[in-house]
Nanobody, 121 residues
Framework: VQLQASGGGLVQAGGSLRLSCAARTSSSYAMGWFRQAPGKEREFVAAISWNGGSTIYADSMKSRLTISRDNAKNTVYLQMNSLKPEDTAVYYC?????????????????WGQGTLVTVSS
């Protein structure tokens, strides 16, 4: 499974970004977004079940996020609003060959290359 993340960039605090993750597969996978800031461990952001029927978010960000997917396009999206400087990180999309999503890094089999989000104050 190949994953291609895009949509990152430089945004001012309070702004919004929509990240996309295109998956080159015809199989059904639960998908997740994680992020990693410099000097920190990779952490969970959001995840969605393979048919989009269930979603889960990091508690610290849940009011500002929406994860969605379009299986006809094999693409998962992460809408991020009210961005803060502490949201600056490389954001990674990941896939797991299960119906249900997971918040654990170790539960995902496939990873994209990451897209950098920089939020200026």
């Amino acid at each position: 499974v190949q994953l291609q993340a895009s949509g990152g960039g430089l945004v001012q605090a309070g702004g919004s970004l929509r990240l996309s993750c295109a998956a080159r597969t015809s199989s059904s996978y639960a998908m997740g977004w994680f992020r990693q800031a410099p000097g920190k461990e990779r952490e969970f952001v959001a995840a969605i079940s393979w048919n989009g029927g269930s979603t889960i978010y990091a508690d610290s960000m849940k009011s500002r996020l929406t994860i969605s997917r379009d299986n006809a396009k094999n693409t998962v999206y992460l809408q991020m609003n009210s961005l803060k400087p502490e949201d600056t990180a490389v954001y990674y999309c990941a896939a797991r060959s299960e119906y249900w999503h997971s918040t654990s890094v170790n539960a995902y089999n496939y990873w994209g290359q990451g897209t950098l989000v920089t939020v200026s104050s």
